[in-house]
T-cell receptor
Framework: NAGVTQTPKFQVLKTGQSMTLQCAQDMNHNSMYWYRQDPGMGLRLIYY???????DKGEVPNGYNVSRLNKREFSLRLESAAPSQTSVYFC?????????????FGPGTRLTVT | AQKITQTQPGMFVQEKEAVTLDCTYDTSDPSYGLFWYKQPSSGEMIFLIYQGSYDQQNATEGRYSLNFQKARKSANLVISASQLGDSAMYFC?????????????????FGKGTKLSVIP
């Protein structure tokens, strides 16, 4: 089991460019999440998908869109990148009904917008 | 209002000693849970321990234990017998119900973290 995988690991964008961050999990989890982590901060929720076919906004959704492509994959798109979106992006997944409530995290994508 | 507060930006501990990392939380939800995650310098988020609000006993996982004081709204992490490999950022997080309660989806709200340094 690879767990939660994210691509790419690193990316540098110019202001105004677009890109899609990919996330996939092989644990048959229902719920998937995108978080961002700014320097010196904890993670903040951008968007989540409670189950295949649904997506909802989290705490900091502005400037992002998401797609739950299938049960395994949940992508995050930046349509027009801004320097304020320089951050480390984490994808996570969880099995609904799991009483441990644990979210399993991917390794992160470090994004720099110049 | 900050929901998770970690008041110690940095902590030092001697190898083999025990250390307590503080976490206080704020919620009006009677059903909630507290997590601790470790983030080493390599950047990944590693789950350490979980405590549910209705759990009668404090959670323990190996050298990690969670000192849960519900009335004080605190969920401190205790690491016993510190090792050099424990040097990392430690985040306290609280699970909260989000969206349609029928969907049963939860988000994690994180504190700002505590940087623990273990001294040989």
């Amino acid at each position: 089991n690879a767990g939660v995988t994210q691509t790419p690991k690193f990316q540098v964008l110019k202001t105004g460019q677009s890109m899609t961050l990919q996330c996939a999990q092989d644990m048959n989890h229902n719920s998937m999440y995108w978080y961002r982590q700014d320097p010196g901060m904890g993670l903040r929720l951008i968007y989540y998908s409670a189950s295949e076919g649904t997506t909802d906004k989290g705490e900091v959704p502005n400037g992002y869109n998401v797609s739950r492509l299938n049960k395994r994959e949940f992508s995050l798109r930046l349509e027009s990148a801004a320097p304020s979106q320089t951050s480390v992006y984490f994808c996570a997944s969880r099995l609904m009904g799991d009483r441990s409530y644990e979210q399993y995290f991917g390794p992160g994508t470090r994004l720099t917008v110049t | 209002a900050q929901k998770i507060t970690q008041t110690q930006p940095g902590m030092f501990v001697q190898e083999k000693e025990a250390v307590t990392l503080d976490c206080t939380y704020d919620t009006s939800d009677p059903s909630y849970g507290l997590f601790w995650y470790k983030q080493p310098s390599s950047g990944e988020m590693i789950f350490l321990i979980y405590q549910g609000s209705y759990d009668q006993q404090n959670a323990t996982e190996g050298r990690y234990s969670l000192n849960f004081q519900k009335a004080r709204k605190s969920a401190n992490l205790v690491i016993s017998a510190s090792q050099l490999g424990d040097s990392a950022m430690y985040f306290c997080a609280m699970r909260e119900l989000i969206g349609d309660s029928g969907a049963g989806s939860y988000q994690l709200t994180f504190g700002k973290g505590t940087k623990l340094s273990v001294i040989p």
